[in-house]
């Protein structure tokens, strides 16, 4: 619907199309201002149209609505619940065309159910908005003349049943207004759905409405996939009993516990004034409840392998905020008193604090559930995301890494290729003296290529982020950012040292290389972004798989012919015994360093420092963040 509904009014010229035909109808004001509400009613009424402002009374729902989720979740908001008679979801996949894999396999496809979230969390922007005014702004004229219920248009559906509906978008309107007759009304359905009986009610316990657990519960297993019926894979195809998430126990306070006479600690400041955002908080390396807080993450992974976006970022803000808490938790009801955690949350306290061995049931799962296992271990594949690695299990059969290689390995990327044949090596923490090695060595080979850089007395910075900067023993990949207050020294520098390093082996695959930055200048992206779809990580960047070229090789050392010199110097690469690493090459202009610290994810804020600023003093060149501002020199 146009945003202007002032052209509503002028295309009414008393020879209009007559909506006499049509079922009920009730329009959502929903993402619509009072004044557009009232003229879409009027238009309506002034064209024979049955209006009825009671959404359970309509069969044809009009709103500025684009997705099926919203529209159910609109309808139910006004107590009319209903089920989607949209059956393309349970149709299996269609095969990918433009795929060749050298060994096809005869096995069926197991298809998944797409599992319908009523959450507008993940929707359109326009869909996101909430609406400008409630019921209770709504026409307090009298009601039209009534409408019989069993009224139906021959235009718009061919049934007769009182409890089928529509919900349409607004954009039917103005066409049939547009063109003076009724148009088809099946290009503009956005949902339809059948009218169902409300669930009975439960009584709420500690702010939570045990229906709803109840409703979540049925969705989510709607999405476990039948077991495949090949006989070739009979006896290692798994059944998901446990993959999919129970509905949470709700929480209770016992007596006991509101008896308990020792006083809660005080509470910090950040839970006084409810802070939200991490970044304000401080949080250690560990924290006093590490333990349930690993048990949280292991139930963030299973949402994240089952496509549960929002129950990722819940359980993010969550994590978050209990690791700043700086006391060990006695009872479930202190989680309530921190931001982002809700009854679940002390629901999952509660489980874990009465279990012998300390673990929550849905924490297990990822261990014990075989489906959520095999997924897990393609998910871990560098380059696969949730969502390929579900595709490898499901569609494609796979269940294990030798089934990758054996039967996809021509479909894979290059980069997932790579990330299979050191998916050991890669998953290997890599020790803090080994990354300060690595830093080391790309700073000199940075100031290498940028000689002139030197002029100020610093030359090229290297800050090194990541699980290194929050202190970490062990960090699954180096990341670091190198940066010049001269604009013209980081210009294209990520090309230069991807170039110096490749040649004295130290680089042996670059996965991805990024020259966002330097292709507009190192000017900064405006405050709304570009237009291109990226708002925030377009840094210069090289991701590369690195790899120590120096080790004790007991082959004979005589010199080869200059033939010979190159099939030697690769077979010497082969036999390198150092495992390779993940090391990610960041550079900043010197304007954007403390965003771009943040951007990687790389520090926890410590000791009330955030963003890097006060730890980036610029005295040194090397900064070793964790171990103390450290300046080395070049080698």
Not at 472 to 478: F, I, L, P, T
Request: hydrophobic share 30%; aromatic share 6%; glycine share 6%.
């Amino acid at each position: 619907m146009s945003d202007d509904l002032s052209d509503i009014s002028s295309l009414h010229d008393g020879h209009g199309p007559s909506f006499s035909s049509c079922p009920a109808i009730f329009v959502l004001p929903t993402h619509l201002s009072l004044e557009s509400l009232h003229q879409i009613e009027e238009s309506l009424v002034s064209r024979d149209a049955s209006l009825t402002y009671d959404a359970s009374e309509a069969r044809l729902i009009l709103g500025k609505i684009g997705q099926k989720k919203r529209a159910a979740l609109e309808l139910r908001s006004r107590g009319v619940w209903t089920e989607d008679l949209d059956l393309s979801t349970s149709r299996p996949p269609a095969k990918k065309a433009g795929i060749h894999e050298p060994t096809p396999r005869p096995v069926e496809v197991v298809a998944e159910v797409d599992v319908v979230d009523l959450s507008t969390e993940t929707e359109s922007e326009e869909d996101g908005v909430r609406s400008k005014h409630g019921t209770g702004k709504r026409l307090k004229r009298p009601r039209p003349r009534s409408v019989s219920s069993d009224r139906s248009s021959v235009e718009l559906s061919s049934d007769k049943q009182a409890d089928i509906l529509r919900v349409v978008r607004l954009e039917w309107l103005d066409r049939c207004l547009e063109s003076k007759e009724l148009v088809p009304i099946d290009p503009f359905v956005v949902y339809q759905a059948r009218k169902v009986e409300r669930p009975a009610s439960r009584p709420k316990v500690e702010g939570l409405q045990a229906n709803d657990i109840l409703q979540r519960a049925k969705q989510d297993t709607l999405s476990k996939p039948p077991p495949a019926k090949s006989s070739r894979f009979s006896r290692r195809t798994h059944e998901a009993p446990s993959s999919q998430h129970r509905p949470p126990k709700l929480y209770r306070q016992t007596t006991s516990e509101n008896e308990e006479t020792a006083p809660l600690p005080p509470a910090p400041d950040w839970v006084k004034s409810h802070t939200l955002y991490a970044c304000m908080r401080s949080a250690p390396l560990h924290p006093p409840n590490e333990r349930f807080i690993n048990q949280l993450v292991k139930i963030r992974t299973v949402r994240e392998l089952t496509l549960d976006e929002i129950g990722v970022r819940a359980y993010s803000t969550s994590i978050a905020s209990i690791a700043a808490y700086p006391y060990e938790f006695r009872r479930p009801s202190e989680i309530l008193t921190l931001p982002g955690c809700d009854a679940k949350i002390a629901n999952l306290f509660a489980e874990y604090q009465q279990s012998e061995d300390g673990t929550v049931e849905a924490a297990t799962a990822l261990d014990t559930d075989p489906v959520l296992r095999v997924i897990h271990e393609f998910y871990n594949i560098w380059g696969v995301g949730a969502k390929t690695a579900r595709d490898f299990y499901y569609h494609r059969q796979w269940r294990d890494l030798d089934d990758v290689v054996e039967y996809g390995w021509n479909s894979l990327s290059r980069v997932q290729q790579i990330g299979v044949k050191y998916y050991d090596e890669f998953l290997q923490g890599i020790p803090r003296h080994e990354v300060e090695d690595i830093a080391k060595i790309i700073h000199r080979h940075a100031n290498l290529v940028r000689p002139d850089a030197r002029y100020d007395g610093r030359g090229v910075e290297c800050i090194v982020v990541g699980g290194y900067r929050r202190g970490k023993e062990a960090s699954g990949d180096v990341d670091l950012i190198l940066s010049h207050r001269d604009e013209s020294v980081t210009k294209n520098l990520v090309v230069d040292i991807v170039g110096s390093l490749e040649p004295e082996g130290w680089i042996t695959h670059t996965l991805t290389l990024h020259m966002t930055t330097s292709n507009r200048d190192q000017q900064t992206l405006p405050y709304r972004g570009d237009g291109t779809g990226k708002h925030f990580d377009s840094l210069d960047k090289a991701l590369v798989v690195w790899q120590d070229p120096n080790f004790e090789d007991d082959t004979d050392p005589t010199p080869p012919s200059e033939a010979d010199a190159e099939e030697q110097s690769r077979q010497k690469r082969k036999r390198n015994p150092n495992p390779h690493r993940r090391v990610d090459i960041i550079i900043s202009p010197w304007r954007t360093v403390g965003c771009a610290v943040l951007a990687g994810r790389a520090i926890r804020p410590s000791n009330a420092t955030c963003a890097g600023g006060r730890r980036n003093r610029g005295d040194g060149n090397l900064i070793l963040a964790g171990s103390g501002n450290v300046p080395l020199e070049d080698k």
